[in-house]
Nanobody, 127 residues
Framework: QVHLVESGGGSVQAGGSLTLSCTAS????????MGWFRQAAGKEREGIATVYTGGGTTTYSASVAGRFTLSQNNAKNTLYLQMNSLKPEDTAMYYC????????????????????WGQGTQVTVSS
């Protein structure tokens, strides 16, 4: 059974940092679009960082570009999100998601195409 497990969420003060991890039980980890999405209370889920795990351009949303960094360890089937300079508006449930794909390139930040989702990890940033 395919599943994703996020970890690393927590509470932090504004300006602080957190690193999220997503461990995947996926066949052929290197053939997926994978990424991080978040959903704040009362808002729609949004994509913030995505990458093709077989090698491709990392895409960031404007809201996190320059502050968040997505990385991966294919040997550990793990995706990471290093979050720096956190702001109260970064408070949300953060989800990892995956979409099987056999070709590289950039991966969409739209939530619709992703069909494998983790359970989420909460990030709370206080001012």
């Amino acid at each position: 059974q395919v599943h994703l497990v996020e970890s690393g969420g927590g509470s932090v003060q504004a300006g602080g940092s957190l690193t999220l991890s997503c461990t995947a039980s996926l066949n052929t980890f290197s053939r997926y679009c994978m990424g991080w999405f978040r959903q704040a209370a009362g808002k729609e889920r949004e994509g913030i960082a995505t990458v093709y795990t077989g090698g491709g351009t990392t895409t960031y949303s404007a809201s996190v570009a320059g502050r968040f960094t997505l990385s991966q360890n294919n040997a550990k089937n793990t995706l990471y999100l290093q979050m720096n300079s956190l702001k109260p508006e970064d408070t949300a449930m953060y989800y990892c998601a995956a979409l099987s794909r056999t070709y590289g390139g950039s991966c969409t930040l739209r939530t619709g195409p992703y069909n494998i989702w983790g359970q989420g990890t909460q990030v709370t940033v206080s001012s």
